[in-house]
């Protein structure tokens, strides 16, 4: 599959530890036109730059002596010290996005007894989503304490927005983030499956991306190994679905950052270009 991503794209892959290679195409040498160490135009500009060329150019007659450098003037007042640089915004959730309602299963999920607790859903990308593009439903392991923030918070928060926009989620129709939490080392309660069912159900998605090993096994209820669960497509309760690594994982183990860029690419592949829906 041939993907054409922009500048900004690629430069989330790097920051996930993904470099894309691209065919070797013969090509003359390229000059950054800004770059003052390799651009000669703008070593002429500067005096450094002219009294190098002089000195390049210029034959001294015989019995000539070099002149020894002049000193430089001593500036009038001292320059200003530079501003310090403010670090890069980072887009979050839209504020006005509310989360996605369902109907509650028959017995509430949130029972202190459940190996597995189902997060509040919650909007993505609002601000940019585009009237009928693909549907996703991100279904994601997050350690207990995510559940008390947005989904981008923190190191792992950013690593998620990182991955989302590098498959362009950014640009679906609509992105639903649901946080599963693994409480104990349990498979989920039927209440649970029953919840998470209900969110396939009334959300309808084109692709549903299982991010973390034990969510993928246990929803998927898979018993073969996560790498096999990882390399084909899925079905959740009728959806195509592609499990994938977690961003909590991911940080933990950065190797595998090229493998979950390659489920992404699976995901993408999976997802509809255009989805006419009814009202």
């Not at 990882?230 to 009728?238: D, E, K, N, P, V």
Request: aromatic share 6%; hydrophobic share 45%.
């Amino acid at each position: 599959m041939s993907l054409h991503l922009d500048p900004r794209q690629r430069a989330m892959l790097l920051e996930m530890g993904v470099r894309v290679w691209q065919p070797d195409v013969p090509t003359a040498p390229s000059v950054d036109p800004e770059s003052p160490l390799l651009a000669p135009e703008k070593i002429a500009e500067s005096g450094l730059g002219a009294g190098a060329r002089a000195g390049f150019n210029e034959k001294n007659s015989p019995g000539q002596r070099f002149a020894p450098p002049t000193a430089p003037a001593a500036p009038a007042m001292p320059a200003a010290p530079p501003a310090p640089r403010q670090p890069e915004a980072r887009m979050a959730p839209s504020p006005a996005a509310r989360p996605f309602e369902i109907q509650p299963a028959d017995s509430p999920a949130d029972d202190p007894q459940s190996a597995w607790r189902v997060g509040p859903p919650c909007p993505l990308y609002g601000e940019t989503a585009r009237a009928g593009a693909a549907r996703w439903l991100v279904l994601a392991q997050t350690p207990a304490a995510a559940l008390q923030g947005l989904a981008f918070d923190g190191p792992a928060g950013r690593l998620l927005d990182n991955m989302l926009r590098a498959a362009r989620l950014h640009q679906a129709g609509a992105v639903l983030h649901v946080p599963l939490v693994r409480l104990a080392a349990r498979a989920p309660s039927p209440q649970v499956l029953a919840e998470v069912a209900a969110l396939v159900s009334q959300f309808r998605p084109d692709v549903v991306l299982v991010m973390g090993r034990f969510a993928s096994q246990a929803l998927l209820a898979s018993s073969e190994a996560f790498g096999r669960l990882r390399g084909s497509a899925q079905s959740l309760h009728g959806a195509p679905a592609v499990a994938t690594f977690d961003a909590d994982y991911l940080l933990r183990h950065p190797a595998h950052k090229a493998g979950a860029w390659a489920d992404l690419c699976l995901a993408m592949s999976l997802a509809p270009a255009s989805t006419p829906r009814s009202a």
